[in-house]
């Protein structure tokens, strides 16, 4: 059986984002990138199940620009046995990359991708959903843990009110909460041992798949400053702000 | 009925008058728990005894009490952070203790030349903060960072963790304005680059521990932010090799940090905190190294350098940090040994010989600490790349913390002997103070001590400034 990973190259997880003076976007210049860390949740799982006797093999897709061979290059690091570029410079939105995983799901016919929830840059948590609805395969999303039967994947998921566990056929696709593993370290001879794994690389062309986006971005700014808090003397005070003021009771 | 008033009463008013009119009432304490607080340092081997606590808010203020101190022989020590760990600000002999924490302002910024003046007050942190929001980076850090203040950073010229890269806080000073034991206020070297006009003598006071004058204000140059960083923990089968890997990386990467601990600190951190093990298999020691990843090329640079280092036997396993998040996960490894082994009272060396003679100088040491400590453990890290060592004996449950020390004391002589013959430094940045003043001879030669306390008698001709340390 076949895994594959879909992972993102995105802002890392600790670099104070600042927005560009023209409200075009995010500074990405000189910006420490990384891959998503609910990706790297992704990337260890799948190779846990290929440990376990369960997978024969884990492949690694990345969609964007020639840069995001470093990504790749980790998770082969961390034990996927190949990688695959769709190379492209030009802007992507979860649609275009959903359609991209087709294709890449069509040409490796796995029985299983397991994604990130999210991506930390858009928090858009659409990319899985979409890729499970083109492909016609199951989903199970939000998964905190995974079971792999002959041909189902029984997956608990973190909502709202608790966990739910769903059972659902294969093929599928899983997309990881925070809590499914703890990834390892990448470690330098394993590290030295992936530059020898392949990585090929497509386009979206090969691939016949159109990505302009569908959506446009008006602009982006900066969250608003959160206001200083005062500290009151008395109850009185108290209830009168959040009743004049506040208007909350 | 009056109470009869001693002469000593008589003299104590005459200076509390005398204080109070320099620096006005409400900038004196003499509360015993004040004293306690303000007579003493980190070094918790000495019983405070200040006569009482001035807090000065300018540089003329300074002057007089210099003045006064001098023409009526009170010693004055000066206090800052009061993070030293050896004794350098313990007042325990009625000394009135001058403290700079209300000289806390950040004086002005210059973005052409990049520099700052800062009151000796101002807390490193906070000049570490005001250098981000101007876009530039203060590169001395070290874990008391959050409380000590910049004068007391120039007068023991703190080093830290960013010594190998960036140097010691000497080479971030440009100016000092300072008043000497005479009360007089000097300017020295005014923020110039280039200055070639004799004696500088700016880099006496960098290091005195306040015995020559008093640190005012400083001005500090600043330095771009660095760029991206990434960390390499590798395990190391023999500590003669660490200095082979210093050499092979430093060829190939931009270093920022080159640090080494024993497993048996290894072992503590695990014990101590939620971290697990690094790696699957132990090893005797392990390097952490942190250097600078502009580019793709500079992760291939550092695998490469670890790949040849492997190929040599110098390490058998190794992570590289990915992410930021791990890069923080792997320095916890070495930032938490201090912490982990404070509960066992350890006895600390701080020492250091040339980077190139690591490897000799580990050797001797250990064969040193094997025959005379059999009993006790032995927890060794240090910043090698600064030919630094900090090792740490620790106290065995069973013995008691007075006969421990003794112990460790009876030692000490003995690893300080063999500092001397590396030609090595008895603190490589601890500094002198009261703790370590009985050591100096083993890195200072006679002839220099005697010129050092020659210079102290030109500065401070009274001897009133911090009087009983270092010299």
């Not at chain 2, 081997?45 to 007089?64: K, T």
């Not at chain 2, 190939?252 to 695990?270: G, P």
Request: proline content about 5%.
């Amino acid at each position: 059986m076949k895994i594959l990973v879909a992972i993102k190259r995105v802002v890392d997880y600790n670099v104070n984002i600042h927005v560009r003076s023209d409200n075009s976007g995010v500074e990405l210049n000189n910006v420490k990138m990384s891959m998503n860390p609910f990706d790297e949740i992704a990337v260890e799982e799948a190779i846990r199940l290929r440990e376990a006797g369960k997978a024969e093999e884990v492949i690694v897709v990345s969609v964007g620009t020639s840069a995001c061979r470093e990504q790749i290059r980790t998770a082969l690091a961390l034990g996927a046995d190949r990688g695959i570029l769709v190379e492209t410079d030009a802007e992507l939105q979860p649609l275009a990359i959903a359609k991209l995983l087709v294709a890449i799901v069509k040409q490796e016919a796995p029985m299983l991708v397991i994604t990130g929830k999210q991506a930390i840059d858009g928090d858009n948590s659409q990319t899985g959903q979409m890729l499970a609805a083109l492909a016609g395969m199951s989903q199970a999303t939000f998964a905190s843990e995974l079971l792999l039967g002959d041909d189902t994947a029984t997956v608990t998921r973190e909502v709202d009110g608790g966990l739910e566990t769903i059972t659902v056929k294969l093929p599928a696709v899983v997309t990881t909460d925070l809590r499914l593993n703890e990834p390892r370290y990448a470690s330098l001879p394993n590290i030295m041992k992936a530059k020898k794994k392949p990585i090929d690389t497509c386009s979206p062309e090969d691939l016949g798949v159109d990505v302009t986006p569908g959506l446009k971005i008006l602009k982006v700014t900066e969250p608003p400053e959160r206001q200083a808090g005062i500290i009151l003397e008395t109850v009185e005070e108290l209830v009168d702000k959040l009743q004049n003021e506040a208007k909350v009771i | 009925m009056t109470a009869s008033r001693s002469p000593q009463d008589s003299s104590r008013r005459q200076l509390a008058t005398a204080l109070a009119s320099i620096v006005g009432e409400d900038n004196i304490l003499t509360e015993s728990e004040d004293l306690q607080t303000w007579g003493q340092d980190w070094t918790r081997f000495y019983s405070p005894d200040p006569l009482g606590i001035v807090f000065p808010r300018s540089v003329e203020q300074v002057a007089q009490l210099v003045q006064y101190a001098k023409n009526n022989r009170l010693p004055l020590v000066p206090s800052g952070g009061r993070t030293g760990l050896s004794g350098g600000a313990v007042a325990m002999r009625q000394e009135l203790v001058v403290s700079f924490d209300k000289l806390n302002k950040i004086k002005s910024f210059n973005e052409t030349d990049q520099t700052v003046v800062v009151e000796a007050g101002v807390v490193t942190a906070r000049l570490q903060e005001f250098a981000r929001e101007k876009s530039l980076y203060y590169p001395v850090d070290f874990a008391s960072s959050g409380s000590s203040q910049i004068g007391g950073n120039i007068a023991t010229n703190a080093g830290g963790i960013k010594v190998l890269r960036y140097g010691l806080t000497r080479d971030q000073v440009v100016g000092l304005k300072v008043v000497i034991g005479t009360g007089d206020i000097l300017e020295l070297n005014r923020g110039l680059i280039k200055n070639a006009t004799g004696y500088d003598l700016r880099h006496l006071f960098i290091g005195s521990e306040g015995t020559l004058g008093f640190i005012m204000e400083a001005t500090i140059k600043l330095t771009v932010p660095p760029p991206p960083l990434a960390v390499a923990l590798l395990a190391v089968p023999d500590m003669a090799h660490t200095i082979n890997l210093l050499t092979t990386f430093r060829r190939r990467v931009t270093l920022s940090a080159f640090e080494f601990f024993s497993d048996a600190a290894l072992t503590h951190v695990v014990e101590q905190s939620s971290l697990s093990p690094p790696f699957a298999k132990r090893a005797d020691f392990y390097v952490l190294l942190e250097f600078e990843r502009r580019s793709e090329q500079d992760m291939t640079g550092a695998e490469s350098a670890f790949e040849s280092c492997a190929e040599s036997g110098w390490v058998t396993d190794g992570l590289l940090s990915h992410t930021e998040q791990q890069r923080r996960d792997f320095w916890q490894y070495r930032e938490r040994i201090s912490e982990s082994i404070a509960p066992f009272t350890p006895y600390k060396h701080d020492v250091s010989v040339v980077p190139s003679a690591i490897p000799d100088f580990l050797a001797s040491v250990d064969a040193l600490v094997a025959k005379e400590y059999p009993d006790f453990q032995k927890i060794w890290f240090g910043h090698i790349g600064d030919g630094n060592l900090h090792l740490n004996i620790l106290k065995p449950d069973t013995w008691s913390v007075a006969d421990f020390r003794q112990e460790c004391e009876r030692v000490n002589d003995k690893m300080l002997k063999l500092v001397q013959s590396y030609k090595g430094s008895i603190s490589a940045e601890h500094g002198i103070g009261l703790l370590k003043k009985s050591g100096l001879h083993y890195t200072r030669t006679a002839s220099e001590i005697a010129l050092m306390k020659s210079l102290k008698q030109v500065f401070d001709p009274e001897g009133v400034m911090n009087p009983g340390k270092l010299v």
